[in-house]
């Protein structure tokens, strides 16, 4: 079984407006580096998507998979792969928290890949990847 990592960052912006920009697929080629499309293919309840198929380039990486997700409000969102290429396994979640008028968001991330790759290798890359995207949301939901 594959290890979770962890990583947080503290936005100036309250949960709603964070879990607003997490929500928001389509704008994700916009502000997401590595992510070259993200299609909703299940609209969910409350205008939030059941599921997504996205396509990343991320150099050395290029994939096309399909997430399912769960929301709890603006508390919280949790994701499995569904459809993958290059992973076998992906669980994932976005944890909002209110901290006076900032938000702290906690990244939980496992991959399990369907090629393998030594442990450190995967470690680095699941942290590059983590920091990369919390920095990234961190920018688009300040820039407003």
Same mark, same amino acid.
């Given at each position: ?39 909703? $293919? +299940? #609209?969910? /309840? ?6 997504? &198929?996205? *396509? ?53 991330? $496992? +991959? #399990?890949? /369907? ?6 290798? &995967?470690? *680095? ?20």
């Amino acid at each position: 079984m594959a290890d979770e990592s962890t990583q947080s960052i503290t936005i100036d912006a309250a949960p709603a407006a964070v879990m607003a920009v997490i929500a928001d697929f389509d704008d994700y080629p916009q502000w997401a580096g590595s992510v070259k499309s993200a299609v909703v $293919t +299940v #609209d969910g /309840a409350g205008g939030r998507a059941e599921r997504v &198929k996205f *396509k990343i380039d991320a150099g050395a990486i290029r994939d096309e998979y399909e997430l399912a997700y769960e929301w709890s409000g603006d508390d919280k969102v949790s994701w499995n792969l569904t459809k993958g290429q290059m992973q076998k396994a992906q669980r994932g979640s976005y944890t909002l928290r209110a901290v006076g008028d900032q938000t702290e968001v906690t990244y939980n991330l $496992t +991959v #399990d890949l /369907a090629i393998p790759m030594l442990g450190m290798l &995967k470690r *680095k890359a699941e942290k590059v990847i983590m920091d990369t995207a919390l920095k990234e949301l961190k920018k688009r939901v300040e820039a407003g």
